[in-house]
């Protein structure tokens, strides 16, 4: 079996209580840094017709904070995550094109969106480096990539420690936690235009440009 469809399985598996594995962690910090992302969106929001990309939409925790008036499509690997994002779209009266795709390999045409935001997403692409070329691909030029993720420590024990306990999140549902994330966006060509620190060196808040 792959390594995306071994991923792809664990996801499934997880999907119908991915949200209650989680719940605390929305209640604390993450809710308030989903929110914060997505005004971060709505300020790039600045002209009619923009199309945003949602890439790793997961259970669709981010559907409440979609902006108005803009076109979206939202993508996820996992059919099951799917199903779960579609009801939060209903709940939230949202209008989202959700399908089934991987990040690795997009259906979509070079330069589609001015805006693709990804949240918890490269710690389980199984070629991180891979997905975010393709998200380069379908970005626009002058388009921008906003980021919330988690990564490996540039702490030498704590990154230490996130090397040894990382199978745990990985044969339960698929997620690495020791990613090191700004080095695959290097590798992928994609410039850095801003970076905040949300969790000490763990959680950034990342905008990206062509």
Known sequence: MSENNKIKKRYD????V???????????KMGDWRQNLWQRVED??????????????????NIEYYPDNIEIYAIDFSPKMIQEAEKKAKK?????????????????????????????????????VKGLKELKRVLKKDG?????????????????????????????????????????IEKAGLKLVEVNDLMSDIVKEIELKK
């Open 13 to 16: 598996r997880v999907a119908p």
């Open 144 to 184: 921008r990539i906003i980021m919330l993720e988690h990564m490996r420590s540039q702490n030498e024990l704590v990154g230490k420690l996130m090397d040894l306990f990382n199978w745990v999140s990985l044969y339960t549902w698929g997620a690495n936690i020791n990613r090191k994330t700004i080095e695959n």
């Open 44 to 61: 790039k929001i600045d002209k009619d017709n923009m199309r945003l990309l949602e890439a790793g939409i997961g259970s669709g925790k």
């Open 92 to 128: 939230y009266n949202r209008e989202v094109k959700l399908l089934e795709m991987d990040i690795q390999d997009l259906n979509f045409e070079d330069n589609n969106f001015d805006l693709i935001v990804t949240s918890c997403v490269f710690c389980s692409v199984p070629d991180p």
């Open 18 to 28: 991915y949200d209650s594995l989680e719940y605390l962690m929305e209640k604390g």
